[in-house]
């Protein structure tokens, strides 16, 4: 079954609101990472956020690690934070990577 | 800057056919990765190594193979490829277990098996 959920599946927002994106998994979570992928195709990690809260620039990360979710919050978007966002777990006694099926965000004028 | 990169970019072959995908990574890292990415399922992790001769089978190993030559060169098999196998494909290598460590990713490599 499918190991992380994210929602929402797709946002629009316009330039300068706030994002918030969730990701919930199906067991414990050892690790977990945000990445973004751009309208153009290349990825890149964001965050390393296994648990607790983690800033970076304008995002920061909560992982709650016993109620098995995290979320990546955006602050003041700009349109070149279009694109998907994907969360991805590794679950506890696996040496595995498991990725949600993103968030495709399109910030508009 | 960390680099890595993917060849062929594009790949179109047919139904049994024999298929060598490749990926050089210049950052000195240890750990290589193989992940697919199809519409629907975001990335799911074929294989990954941690070194040279090392091979570790990730999520969906099955049809694929793979191997690490060199600290920088992972190359990904399709012995008798499929339609099924269709799909986005991605490189990544990070400097330990990616789980907590960034990974860098190249450009993707997209292949049609018709």
């Known amino acids: 079954g499918q190991q992380v959920q994210q929602s929402p599946a797709s946002l629009v927002l316009q330039e300068g609101e706030n994002a918030e994106l969730q990701c919930n998994f199906s067991?414990?979570?050892?690790?977990l990472q945000w990445f973004y992928q751009r309208p153009g195709g290349s990825l890149v990690s964001l965050l390393y956020?296994?648990?607790g809260t983690k800033h970076t620039g304008r995002l920061t990360s909560t992982t709650v690690t016993k109620e098995r979710r995290s979320s990546l919050h955006i602050s003041s978007s700009q349109i070149t934070d279009s694109g998907t966002y994907f969360c991805?777990?590794?679950?506890?006694?696996?040496?595995?990577?498991?990725f949600g099926k993103g968030t495709s965000l399109t910030v508009i004028p | 800057e960390a680099a890595v990169t993917q060849s062929p970019r594009n790949k179109v072959t047919v139904t049994g056919g024999n298929v060598t995908l490749s990926c050089r990574q210049t950052?000195?890292?240890?750990?290589m990765y193989w992940y697919r990415q199809d519409t629907g399922h975001g990335l799911r992790l074929i294989h990954y190594?941690?070194?040279?001769?090392?091979?570790q089978i990730g999520d969906v190993p099955d049809g694929y193979k793979a191997t690490r030559t060199t600290q920088e060169d992972f190359f990904l098999l399709l012995e008798l490829a499929s339609p099924s196998q269709t799909s986005l494909y991605f490189c990544?290598?990070?400097?330990?277990?990616?789980?907590?460590?960034?990974?860098?990713f190249g450009p993707g490599t997209r292949l049609t098996v018709l």
């Open positions: 956020n296994p648990s």
């Open positions: 950052n000195s890292h240890n750990y």
């Open positions: 990544a290598s990070s400097d330990d277990w990616g789980g907590s460590y960034e990974q860098y």
């Open positions: 991805a777990m590794e679950r506890a006694g696996y040496q595995n990577f498991y």
């Open positions: 067991s414990t979570a050892t690790q």
């Open positions: 190594s941690y070194g040279a001769g090392n091979l």
